[in-house]
T-cell receptor
Framework: KAGVTQTPRYLIKTRGQQVTLSCSPI?????VSWYQQTPGQGLQFLFE???????NKGNFPGRFSGRQFSNSRSEMNVSTLELGDSALYLC??????????FGSGTQLSVL | SQQGEEDPQALSIQEGENATMNCSYK?????LQWYRQNSGRGLVHLIL?????REKHSGRLRVTLDTSKKSSSLLITASRAADTASYFC???????????FGKGTSLLVTP
């Protein structure tokens, strides 16, 4: 099976712009989670989608949103980008909602 | 929010030596997992131990869990240069779903 695929791998944006990141989970996995990783805060949970429904949400502002499609592919959107949004965004899929399989991440730089 | 905290933050050893990393957490858990991350890429699942288990082995990995002390340890035996990576513990809560990650231990194995 193919692994979790995240696109794009790198992204450079300026403050105030918005960005959409994409994640294709492992075939058959219905749960997709998103994490933000920064050197200072480490890995922070953003949200989890399961069968197109948001099941859990982390402590992030409303500028961070996501969705999941019927084929389990997921997107996350960040609007009105701030410098502090610069981070590695990781997507993970799961079959059992326990063990996570991560993609390589999208490195977002906000200038 | 961070649940687990790894100790030490950084560890440097020579090939062939054993590496021990510790993780402490604050609230009750359903399971505890260890993940490895190479150079800012995605995380790779290593091992999962449930709250009713005390020890688990997988190849050169040995994980222990002490729920009374809310702590876990990961032992990598006979380390290799390829084990150089960051290692994260993640706790699965009793309620809800999201895994909470610590900030990781950076392991350097030199030839």
């Amino acid at each position: 099976k193919a692994g979790v695929t995240q696109t794009p791998r790198y992204l450079i944006k300026t403050r105030g712009q918005q960005v959409t990141l994409s994640c294709s989970p492992i075939s058959g996995h219905r749960s997709v989670s998103w994490y933000q990783q920064t050197p200072g805060q480490g890995l922070q949970f953003l949200f989890e989608y399961f069968s197109e429904t948001q099941r859990n949400k982390g402590n992030f502002p409303g500028r961070f949103s996501g969705r999941q499609f019927s084929n389990s592919r997921s997107e996350m959107n960040v609007s009105t980008l701030e410098l502090g949004d610069s981070a590695l965004y990781l997507c993970a899929s799961s079959e059992d909602r326990e063990k996570l399989f991560f993609g390589s991440g999208t490195q977002l730089s906000v200038l | 929010s961070q649940q687990g905290e790894e100790d030490p933050q950084a560890l440097s050893i020579q090939e062939g030596e054993n590496a021990t990393m510790n993780c402490s957490y604050k609230t009750s858990i359903n399971n505890l997992q260890w993940y490895r991350q190479n150079s800012g890429r995605g995380l790779v699942h290593l091992i999962l131990i449930r709250s009713n288990e005390r020890e688990k082995h997988s190849g050169r990995l040995r994980v222990t869990l002490d729920t009374s002390k809310k702590s876990s340890s990961l032992l990598i035996t006979a380390s290799r240069a390829a084990d150089t990576a960051s290692y994260f513990c993640a706790t699965g809560p009793n309620s809800g779903y999201a895994l909470n990650f610590g900030k990781g231990t950076s392991l350097l194995v030199t030839p």
